[in-house]
Antibody, heavy 121, light 110 residues
Framework: QVQLQESGPGLVKPSQTLSLTCTVS??????????WTWIRQHPGKGPEWIGN???????YYNPLLRSRVTFSVDTSKNQFSLNLNSVTAADTAVYYC?????????????WGQGTLVTVSS | QSALTQPPSVSGSPGQSVTISCTGT?????????VSWYQQSPGTAPKLMIY???SRPSGVPDRFSGSKSGNTASLTISGLQAEDEADYFC??????????FGGGTKVTVL
């Protein structure tokens, strides 16, 4: 059973960089056909896809956030990370990491529990 | 990319059926069968309920079913049970090679 767990600061100051890491267990992050994804959900809203990264390091970002977001992957630790710079209060949300399955279900088949990040001084 | 449109809430009595709609455009729902549905209970990770419009992952009860017509996808819960009370949101692949989600629908079991 694949499990994902987000970690990182729950409070970030405006204009600073939000950094989160997702640790994957129960399966290799290097498995072919799976894309590692960040999704966020503002309070009371539907989720927003931020983008994904493949184990090779190739990335695809939401055009609306592309100028501020960077993903990285560490296959040796089975982890991938999100950096979102120049944050404002509008970036306050629950951030989820998830696995996009392009092999079987063509969907997000496993999700982390989510971590609330608040942007405030 | 605009979010997919879902009704804020639906409700039904135990044993009844409820249907949640998810309306997109010809650039997402209307063009791809990569439509999925997720169940989200407070404080828990979203759970995949339906993928590729109408397929169920192993372990999801067959009272959950999905369909699509034009730019609108639907999730139907037949034989509603108390444990089905949760938020549900839809998701679709888009022509921009991104993914878009619905705003979510709260299902209440009366």
């Amino acid at each position: 059973q694949v499990q994902l767990q987000e970690s990182g600061p729950g409070l970030v100051k405006p204009s600073q960089t939000l950094s989160l890491t997702c640790t994957v267990s129960g399966g290799s992050i290097s498995r072919v056909g799976y894309y590692w994804t960040w999704i966020r959900q503002h309070p009371g809203k539907g989720p927003e896809w931020i983008g994904n990264i493949y184990y090779s390091g190739s990335t695809y970002y939401n055009p609306l956030l592309r100028s501020r977001v960077t993903f990285s992957v560490d296959t040796s630790k089975n982890q991938f990370s999100l950096n979102l710079n120049s944050v404002t209060a509008a970036d306050t949300a629950v951030y989820y990491c998830a696995r996009e399955d392009t092999v079987t279900t063509i969907s997000f088949d496993y999700w982390g529990q989510g971590t609330l990040v608040t942007v405030s001084s | 990319q605009s979010a997919l449109t879902q009704p804020p809430s639906v409700s039904g009595s135990p044993g009844q059926s409820v249907t949640i709609s998810c309306t997109g455009t010809s650039s997402d729902v209307g063009s791809y069968n990569r439509v999925s549905w997720y169940q989200q209970s407070p404080g828990t990770a979203p759970k995949l309920m339906i993928y590729e419009v109408n397929s169920r992952p192993s372990g999801v009860p067959d009272r959950f079913s999905g369909s699509k017509s034009g730019n609108t996808a639907s999730l139907t819960i037949s034989g509603l049970q108390a444990e089905d009370e949760a938020d549900y949101f839809c998701n679709s692949y888009t022509s921009s090679s991104t993914w878009v989600f619905g705003g979510g629908t709260k299902v209440t079991v009366l």
